[in-house]
Structures are given as structure tokens and as C-alpha cells.
């Protein structure tokens, strides 16, 4: 008898100590790092019609959005990974910049091909002077359109810039040959911290398109340099309006969907590490705005099935493998 009763009693010690560890890890596995990315906006004037693209209710949809986004706790910052305005006229970018002012978390943006005047108009330079010049404004360091930003101690975002102010092209390339130099200093000197490259323009297209991939040999020359580095946890990217997540070479790529847009949506990010291995990279959904403005752009639409992903394309948790010390 006391035999049976000391096996019962091990066999409790046991379960204790396993569920006292089991909560301990988790308390372990703490948030590293917390930001919304929104994508194609595509803002325009309100007199616009509502097809595929909702461009007559793209302000109406921003402002859903920032309100949505203004729900979510805890935020490091919010990215705008491109096409911020459908065309770039200072008046819609004006407005862009009045709306997402009312953002509890940082804003960060970058440039997307529709953001880009050609040959003249309102350039880049246009483009980056209204936002460094608006009131806190965080975005375009040193007046570029590359920058990088640190939100801690552990992470770097890098921010490329794919467009041309000499032709109108959907088509990404790198019109700056200073910016591979600018990337690779960047990446050295952030070797001790987990780094995400943002980009308007995928390097990996979430489905094939004759008129939106990124350019040759730019694009095999900016993946090179990027897989050459084991702390760049992924790219981050906008432009097909499509939602897609995958792992290639332990690096997600992620193409994000479009607010004015079927599906109209945002994802937030959520990452944490599995001691001392692995981090895990959380991508949640949230639709912006009820069924009947979605609806508009669905049936407008013959390519919905590829810019609402399949269900792994909206969420899911993507574990990396840590193979760098950080």
C-alpha cells in the first residue's frame, strides 16, 4: 500500500512540475515586437466611381481603418507599404496625411508607384517633402526615399524604395544605384538585431503578372544580398493587392492585401521567440468596413480568388529557425 501511495504521489509531483513549466515558458515567450501593415490605400477624390478598385470610397475606408487600428493595444508602429494615393496630387496627399495624423501608434510609409509623379509634376522629392514636413513626422529620414528605423533594441526595418520618376511603369526596379550600397551598409550594421526589408513591390510574386514583377537583374541582385544575411527574418511587401505568406530560405514573404480593394483588408504582425531556437511570427487578419462595400469590389472583380488568398494566406503563425546568435 505504500508503495501504490508513493507512485501516486511522484506521479502528481510530476504533473505539477510539468504544468508549473508549461506556464513559466509561456510567461517566457514574451511579445518582441507588435505593428500593423496596411497596404494600397489608393486614396482619390470622392466623386470617383466604386468598382473593383473602391476608389470612390478609398477615404472612407482609410478612416475605418486607422479607427480599427486605433483598437489594437500595445502597437510599436503601424507601415504603409505603398500607393498611399491613387495619384500624387498634393491635395490627396494632403488628406492622406490629415487622416493617418489621428494614428495612435507611429506611422511609417513608402513609396509606391502610384505615389510617383513622371517627368516632372510632383515627384519624390515632392512626394518626401510633405511628409518630413508635417507635424511629428517620422517617415523619410535624411529627406530619402530609403531609410531605415529601429522600434527597439532587437529589430531594424529597412525601407526600400522600388519606383521610377522617369516612366509611368507598375514595374519595380532600383532607378538609385547608390541604394544597394546604402542596403548592404545597412544590413552590416545591423547584424546584431533581426531585420525586415519593406518594400512596395514583392520580390517573389504572390501569383505571376506580366506588368507588376520587379524588374531584372535588380531583382535577383536585391534577393542575393538579402539571403546573404541569416538575421533578415523576411520581406514585407504591397502592390498586387493580394494576400500570400510564404517561407523560402527560412525568410517569409509576405504580400499584403489592399484596403480599396476585395479583399479591403489589414494584417497585424505579432512576434515572439521560442527560447532559444525559434521566432514566431503571428500575421492576423482584419477587414476593413462592412460586407456591402466588399461585395462591390468582389463582383467587380475577376481575380478575387487571388487577392483573398487561400485561408494560410491570411493567418496563420510562420515559425523561423534562429540561425544567427542575437
Not at 487600428?69 to 495619384?87: C, H, P, Y
Not at 514595374?171 to 518594400?199: R, T, Y
Amino acid at each position: 500500500m505504500k508503495i501504490k501511495k508513493y507512485g501516486y504521489l511522484i506521479s502528481s509531483v510530476l504533473i505539477l512540475s510539468v504544468v508549473f513549466f508549461t506556464f513559466a515558458g509561456a510567461k517566457e515567450s514574451k511579445t518582441l515586437l507588435h505593428f500593423v501593415q496596411i497596404s494600397d490605400t489608393h486614396l482619390q477624390k470622392g466623386d470617383s466611381k466604386d468598382a473593383e478598385r473602391l476608389l470612390g470610397s478609398s477615404e472612407k475606408l482609410l478612416k475605418a481603418a486607422v479607427e480599427e487600428i486605433n483598437q489594437i493595444k500595445d502597437l510599436d508602429f503601424v507601415l504603409a507599404s505603398g500607393d498611399l494615393v491613387d495619384t500624387p496630387e498634393k491635395e490627396l496627399i494632403d488628406k492622406y496625411i490629415k487622416i493617418t495624423m489621428s494614428l495612435t501608434a507611429p506611422l511609417y510609409v513608402l513609396l509606391g508607384n502610384h505615389d510617383v509623379s513622371v517627368n516632372g509634376g510632383f515627384g519624390k522629392d515632392g512626394f518626401i517633402k510633405k511628409f518630413t514636413s508635417a507635424k511629428n513626422s517620422i517617415s523619410f529620414t535624411g529627406n530619402m526615399a530609403y531609410y531605415s528605423f529601429s522600434p527597439n533594441e532587437k529589430f531594424t526595418i529597412i525601407c526600400l524604395d522600388g519606383t521610377t520618376d522617369k516612366v509611368v511603369t507598375p514595374h519595380g526596379s532600383i532607378e538609385d544605384p547608390e541604394q544597394l550600397k546604402w542596403l548592404e551598409g545597412e544590413l552590416k550594421a545591423n547584424k546584431d538585431k533581426f531585420v525586415i526589408i519593406a518594400l512596395h513591390f514583392p520580390l517573389i510574386e504572390p501569383f505571376k503578372s506580366q506588368t507588376h514583377f520587379f524588374l531584372e537583374p535588380d531583382r535577383t541582385q536585391l534577393l542575393d544580398l538579402i539571403n546573404s544575411y541569416k538575421n533578415v527574418i523576411g520581406v514585407f511587401s504591397g502592390h498586387y493587392h493580394a494576400a500570400k505568406l510564404f517561407k523560402i530560405k527560412n525568410k517569409i514573404h509576405n504580400s499584403n492585401p489592399a484596403v480599396v480593394q476585395y479583399p479591403n483588408a489589414f494584417r497585424e504582425i505579432i512576434i515572439t521567440q521560442d527560447k532559444p531556437k525559434y521566432l514566431n511570427v503571428q500575421f492576423k487578419w482584419h477587414q476593413v468596413n462592412g460586407e456591402e462595400l466588399r461585395d462591390i469590389s468582389k463582383n467587380s472583380s475577376m481575380s478575387w480568388e487571388l487577392t483573398q488568398g487561400a485561408d494560410e494566406d491570411r493567418e496563420q503563425i510562420i515559425k523561423l529557425k534562429l540561425l544567427s546568435q542575437i
